[in-house]
């Protein structure tokens, strides 16, 4: 079988545990880091293109995300992670779970 091929968006190296979770996730997989700024949806459409992937996980502007949803029919996978200190008050942030964006919906209200 062959490996699913992950593109990870985000400034971010994956930490060990988000390794081992995509590994429970997907089986054998393979992953593609791009760490830099991404502008639009068509973009990252384009890269995931070029790196032949088929599964997308980003750090990215809620409005990027919906692009990717509406305009592509993409649905990423976002980390779930929650705030903790070190004992110097050092902000870390921890992984909690990986979830698929399958959809966004605005209501919205001029003001």
């Known amino acids: 079988m062959t490996p699913t091929r992950v593109l ?12 081992r979770e995509l ?22 459409v ?7 992937t088929t599964e997308l996980v980003v750090v990215l502007p ?15 996978i976002r980390a779930h992670m929650h705030r903790t200190t070190d004992n110097e ?6 992984h909690d779970y990986f979830y698929r964006v399958k959809k966004i919906v605005f209501e919205t209200e001029i003001l």
Do not use: C
Request: no cysteine; glycine share 4%.
């Open 23 to 44: 590994n429970r996730i997907f089986g054998d997989y393979r992953i593609v880091l791009h760490k830099r700024p991404v502008e639009s949806a068509k973009e990252v």
């Open 89 to 94: 008050g050092a902000v870390l942030f921890e």
């Open 46 to 52: 384009n890269l995931m293109e070029e790196h032949m």
């Open 62 to 76: 809620i409005q990027l995300i919906e692009d990717l949803n509406s305009l592509f029919k993409i649905q990423p």
């Open 8 to 19: 990870w968006v985000s400034r971010h190296d994956p930490t060990p545990l988000q390794y």
